[in-house]
């Protein structure tokens, strides 16, 4: 094969992933047009494309609703990355029990530059929390988690970050660098961080990172119950702690401990 046409492939190949990343938990069916507008595509190149993945089953087109969607065999590719995340399997009962004990959701999130997601939830069997998807992108700005996360940024990373945010929302940035500035003095004093409805009005979370990354990548762990709770009351007496000891708990389990 040609160096020109590996140079093709590789821009089909990275074009195709542009197309795949436009569909999301929140962005289920996606029309052409759409496409289009989200990757910036020629149609005829997008077209193709379209028609490529498709008989590779990971998109499929829907006659009834006119639209594209993610296809089975995008599941099936997620597999294997699931599969080798040993830390869920671990995590998962430690998980369920406080969750059921504070009827709450507990959450674990994975980190790899300026991403973070959900690889396990848990819920309480009464829990009213908002539930997301495994998969789900979490807000770094927004959430304990996310904030967590980037606490376990080297300084630079952090002000690379505050400074791309800066020139997009100037206000933002400022309360963002308070946030963080917040999360960093409570990760020190308590071990934890914390999030007062900054993403849902009627949730409280608490967030721990691991303390090493595993693999290159950054596991968090969250607990998150109502506003109006009880158990909303005892972050730093209850919560905080428990939460503590399960991310403790699985460390020791994964030799992870420094």
């Known amino acids: ?42 149609k005829p190149t997008l ?12 998109l499929r ?4 609703i ?36 504070i009827n709450g959701q ?9 991403s973070l997601v959900y690889a396990e939830l848990a819920h309480g069997r009464q829990s009213q929390v908002f539930r997301p998807e495994i998969g789900m992108h979490l807000s770094l700005s927004r959430t304990a988690s996310g904030r967590a996360y980037m ?4 300084e630079n990373e952090r002000e690379k970050f505050l400074e791309k945010l800066q020139d997009q929302d100037a206000e ?31 949730i409280v979370t608490i967030a721990v990172p691991m303390k090493k990354p595993l693999d290159g990548e950054t596991w968090v762990f969250a607990v998150s119950v109502p506003i109006f709770s009880e158990q909303s009351k005892r972050f730093e007496s209850d919560l905080g702690p428990r939460l503590i000891t399960v991310v403790r708990g699985v460390e020791a389990a994964l030799g992870n401990i420094s």
Not at 48 to 56: Q, V
Not at 61 to 64: D, L, N, T, V
Not at 106 to 113: A, D, E, I, R
């Open 1 to 42: 094969m040609s160096l020109d046409n590996k140079a093709t492939l590789v821009s089909a190949l990275a074009r195709g992933i542009s197309i795949i990343r436009c569909f999301s938990p929140t962005a289920q069916e996606l029309s052409g047009r759409e496409l289009m507008e989200l990757t910036g595509l020629p």
């Open 47 to 58: 077209f193709r494309l379209l028609d490529t993945l498709c008989e590779l089953g990971l």
């Open 61 to 64: 087109y829907s006659e009834r």
């Open 66 to 101: 006119s639209k594209y969607l993610p296809g089975i065999a995008l599941l099936n590719m997620s597999a294997p990355v699931l599969a080798r995340m040993t830390i869920r399997q671990l995590a998962r009962p430690l998980m369920e029990d406080l969750a059921n004990h």
């Open 106 to 114: 507990l959450q674990l999130s994975v980190g790899s530059g300026f």
């Open 151 to 154: 606490c376990t940024w080297p």
């Open 172 to 202: 933002q940035a400022r309360w963002l660098e308070s946030r963080l500035a917040n999360a960093a003095q409570d990760l020190k004093e308590h071990g934890f961080c914390r999030s007062h409805g900054d993403l849902h009005r009627e």
